[in-house]
């Protein structure tokens, strides 16, 4: 099953566009710009002696920031050699139109200010959005991009454990890592993201007692659930969400999004495990 579906990305992500097309005949998905310098530049760092990054799952999603160079401005998880895991959100949040739209990909990272000989570097080619998404509730907020040239797996860069059930618990202990792309002005501004990697201890909070916290969502959807800790250090959409070693949600509505912090607010994450299937079935995304 699992050759069988790598397959199916490898013949999305390096086959040509005419077939791309033709691989899709009753839905659009979003064509992403190429930018060929970097497609001629992909590097694979390959050497099994290199030092393990503790996320490997876990990459930047960038763009290019104008004069300012390329930027982060989310995260995702990657599922497969060649594809990962993010938000509709995410994407939504910088670019209604992705005709002329670079998304960069990068794998095997901690520290955004330095190149680390770690760095896997590629690009997207088409984003799915699942098909259910509500840009108004955010429920169902998940897409899949795939990527122009696969990544090489190693110790630094590695795909996420899927979640074998849904068995959420109440204050449950769960870890998220990312970068903080909010600031201090608690709003989106990807030319102050930089630095180390920050991680987040939190625990989760059921459906039934998130709208006893302030989430700034206007409803807690079916897919969804809370979290709460004592120090957000990740306010990254897109951020994997991992309990006890699997992807157990991605983050949809960071804690403080737009407001200022108080003791009472918990942030949102989309639950991976009704989905799964969704995620993990190319042919599900056409």
């Known amino acids: 099953m699992h050759f069988l579906f790598k397959i199916c990305f490898l013949t999305l992500a390096w086959g040509a566009d005419s077939k791309s097309r033709g691989r899709y005949p009753d839905t659009q998905p979003i064509l992403l710009a190429d930018d060929e310098t970097l497609s001629d530049s992909f590097t694979a760092n390959s050497n099994p002696s290199i030092q393990t990054t503790e996320f490997p799952h876990h990459v930047s999603l960038q763009y290019n920031h104008k004069a300012k160079g390329w930027r982060h401005f989310c995260s995702a998880s990657i ?10 959100s995410c994407y939504n949040v910088f670019t209604k139109d992705s005709s002329d739209w670079v998304l960069r990909v990068i794998a095997g990272v901690n520290n955004l200010s330095i190149n680390e000989p770690t760095w896997q570097v590629t690009t997207g080619q088409y984003i799915f959005q699942h098909p259910q998404f509500d840009k108004v509730t955010l429920n169902y907020d998940f897409a899949v991009i795939y990527l122009r040239n696969c990544f090489t797996f190693n110790a630094a860069v590695n795909s996420t454990s899927m979640p074998r059930s849904d068995n959420l618990a109440a204050n449950q202990s769960c870890i998220t890592s990312g970068w903080d792309t909010f600031g201090t002005s608690n709003t989106i501004d990807p030319t102050k993201v930089q ?8 625990i989760v909070v059921l459906e039934g007692d998130c709208d006893n916290y302030d989430h700034g969502n206007n409803v807690i959807a079916d897919t969804m659930f809370c979290t709460k800790g004592n120090s957000l250090q990740v306010r990254d959409l897109g951020a994997p969400l991992i309990c006890d070693e ?4 991605i983050m949809t ?3 403080y999004m737009g407001n200022p912090p108080t003791d009472k607010q918990v942030s949102i994450f989309s639950k991976v495990f009704p989905v799964k299937d969704w995620i993990l079935n190319p042919s599900y995304h056409v």
């Open 79 to 88: 599922i497969d050699a060649c594809a990962v895991l993010t938000t509709v």
């Open 253 to 255: 509505y960071p804690e």
């Open 195 to 202: 630095g180390s990697m920050g991680v987040s201890d939190l």
């Open 246 to 249: 699997f992807l157990t949600g």
